[in-house]
């Protein structure tokens, strides 16, 4: 069973309906006993780094977090739960992170040319830099769906795909156990089923 967890920041219905038409067992939750019970962990989010990490932090499930990534289990986060695995974000000033990957998120603006719009919206297409189990079902050039207008810096020994816009932009990392997608899976057709059907089957 996968937990995809439920601290009041994100997309849940689309997500768990992604993970159903796969076929996976999962359960929207931020019960700890729940939470230390399934086998994966999905984080999820949208919207502000500050917020979602303070709802985390109110409901102390950024330490259940830490300890079960400590234990080996499979973590993913995606869009916004992949900026908060991150040491900190430098969006409305500096906020930790769960420090699970190494690294800062820190505004494209930085790193784009200035007639690019901001949110980065729309499909993309991949590079990958690494191999990864998550990424066994995608071929390098396939497009996922992108919102955001910060993405990870700073993270180069984790990058296991990027995009360009512009400039090059962390798309998926992974360190050990714990993996991230700045894009959304769950809107990303058949490539983004793909990454969401390897976590179920290649990641123990």
């Known amino acids: ?15 768990k309906s992604s993970f159903q038409a796969i076929g996976a067992d999962t359960v929207v939750t931020g019960d700890e006993k729940v939470i230390k019970n399934a086998k994966k962990i999905i984080l999820p989010g949208v919207g502000a780094f500050p917020d979602a990490a303070k709802k985390l ?22 869009c916004l739960g992949m900026q908060l695995l991150f040491n900190e974000s430098h969006e409305y000033g500096v906020c ?18 200035k007639d690019l719009k901001i949110p980065h919206i729309g499909w993309n ?22 919102v955001h207008s910060f993405y990870g810096a700073d993270c180069d020994e984790s990058v296991i795909a990027d995009c ?41």
Do not use: W
């Open 96 to 113: 930790k992170g769960l420090g699970l990957i190494s690294g800062s998120v820190r505004p494209i603006s930085e790193v784009i040319p």
């Open 57 to 78: 932090s109110d409901a102390g499930l950024d330490l259940l977090l830490k300890e079960e990534a400590a234990k080996g289990k499979p973590l993913m986060g995606i």
């Open 125 to 146: 297409a991949l590079r990958i830099k690494k191999e990864s189990p998550i990424l066994k079902h995608v071929k390098d050039g396939d497009f996922v769906y992108f």
């Open 164 to 204: 360009e816009y512009g400039a090059p932009l962390t798309a998926a990392v992974q360190k050990d156990n714990v993996y991230g997608c700045q894009f959304h899976p769950e809107k990303s057709s058949k490539v983004g089923l793909g990454i969401l059907k390897a976590f179920c089957e290649e990641v123990n």
């Open 1 to 15: 069973m996968i937990a995809i967890i439920d601290y009041g920041v994100g997309n849940l219905f689309s997500l």
